[in-house]
Structure formats: structure tokens, C-alpha cells
């Protein structure tokens, strides 16, 4: 075979060769710009784990960051109501003395239906009993569990109950008249003043709800003084 005749078949195989190498080159760059053909990517980093320390913030991926709570469980959180509180449980609160009148005048009356025999004056001790057991047991449960109420009197009104224990007759009665008015008027202006200053809602309204029985036990024992010429 002549030169040149090889020279001419060389040709065409040296392009098929071209031809496919280059298919190939194109075949694998498109495999690797298609992610469905296995190509793998790098993993993402895990979210950093939530912080729960006090007053640090806790992951959220919903929203913002918040702050874990810094107060420890049962702890008062309102300084408003711990005074108020204060207020109504002192031993010179107004429950607290309104307690102890109360009680002084139940042992008050007790001691004129044992000592008396004026019907009058009876008839007097025996409202007095009733209505003041009454409100003690009221102001006993507006108080609750909140305060401890006293369950002595004072040394001034045991006092007061020794004074008319001593007496007797119409001696006694008349002193027990005029005690009555005296105390009476002092729970008058106490509870008057407690109906708009007392610490918390429920004595205000224990005490506007209670002035007009002890109004009218003033009206009844001055009348009962004028009766014993006090």
C-alpha cells in the first residue's frame, strides 16, 4: 500500500478518537453538577446546646433568645403585699385590738350577770355577749390563717375587769355603766377610722359593717349610765 493511501485512512480514526474523548470530558462534568448523581456535600454543624444557667441565655430556635429565671420557687415577689401583710398581723394592728375589745367586753358582760341584779343592766350584758362573740368570730375569719389573733386582754383591760370584779350592788352597776360608755367610745372612733385606713379591704369593710352596732351600743349604755346616775 502507498504511503499516502495510509496517510488518508490515519485520518479519520485520529477524529473518532478526538470525537469520544471529548464526550467523555463532557459526560463527567455534567455528573458533577448534578447533586442527584451522588454528589455528596459536607455535613452542616450541630446548634449549640440550650444554656440553662441563670440569668444566661437559652436557645430558642423559634424566636429570640430568652433568660432562665433567676428567683428561687415560693420566694415573695410582690414588696407591696408583704407590707400590707405586716400592716394586718402587727400586735398594734387594728384586727389585733379590735380582738382583744371584743374579748373585754364578753368578760365585761359576764362578770355583770354573775354580779348584778338590775335587770337593766342584764338585759345590757347580755347584748353585749352576743354581739361582740358575733364579731370576734367574724374578724376571726376575715383574719384566717393570715394572722394569730391575741387570746389575752391587756394588762390595762384585765385591769378594768379586776376594778368591777372588787365591786358589788348598785356600786358595781354604775361602774359598769360608765366603762361601757367609756369603751364605747373609743371603739367608735377606731372603727370609724379603720373603715377607710385599715390595711386591707376585707377590715375596712369588717369594721364600716360593725360602727353602727357599736353606735348603737353607746347610745344604750349612755342611756344605761343616765338610768344608774352615772
Known amino acids: ?25 463532557s459526560g463527567g ?3 458533577n453538577n448534578n447533586p442527584a448523581q451522588g454528589t455528596s456535600t459536607a455535613p452542616m454543624p450541630a446548634a449549640p446546646a440550650p444554656t440553662t444557667s441563670a440569668g444566661s441565655p437559652v436557645y430558642n430556635p423559634a424566636g429570640p433568645a430568652t433568660t432562665a429565671s433567676t428567683a428561687a420557687p415560693g420566694a415573695t415577689t410582690n414588696p407591696a403585699m408583704a407590707s400590707t401583710s405586716a400592716m394586718a398581723a402587727g400586735p398594734n394592728s387594728f384586727a389585733a385590738q379590735a380582738a382583744q375589745g371584743g374579748m373585754l367586753e364578753v368578760k365585761l358582760a359576764d362578770l355583770a350577770l354573775q354580779k348584778s341584779n338590775n335587770s337593766r343592766v342584764k338585759s345590757f350584758a347580755r347584748k353585749m355577749k ?20 391575741p387570746t389575752n386582754l391587756t394588762a390595762d383591760q384585765q385591769q378594768q375587769v379586776n376594778t368591777l370584779q372588787s365591786k358589788s350592788g348598785s356600786a358595781f352597776d354604775k361602774a359598769y355603766a360608765d366603762t361601757m360608755v367609756q369603751d364605747h367610745q373609743k371603739d367608735v372612733s ?15 369593710n369588717f369594721a364600716s359593717q360593725t360602727l353602727p352596732t357599736l353606735q348603737e351600743h353607746l347610745k344604750l349604755a349612755q342611756q344605761l349610765q343616765s338610768n344608774e346616775g352615772g
Open 29 to 31: 462534568n455534567h455528573n
Open 130 to 149: 352576743e354581739d361582740h362573740t358575733n364579731a370576734n368570730e367574724k374578724l376571726k375569719g376575715i383574719v384566717g390563717s393570715n394572722q394569730q389573733l
Open 1 to 25: 500500500m502507498s504511503r499516502h493511501l495510509m496517510q488518508r485512512l490515519a485520518l479519520p480514526s485520529a477524529l473518532v478518537v478526538a470525537i469520544a474523548t471529548a464526550a467523555g470530558c
Open 190 to 204: 377606731e372603727f370609724e377610722k379603720a373603715s377607710s385606713d385599715a390595711p386591707t379591704a376585707q377590715l375596712r
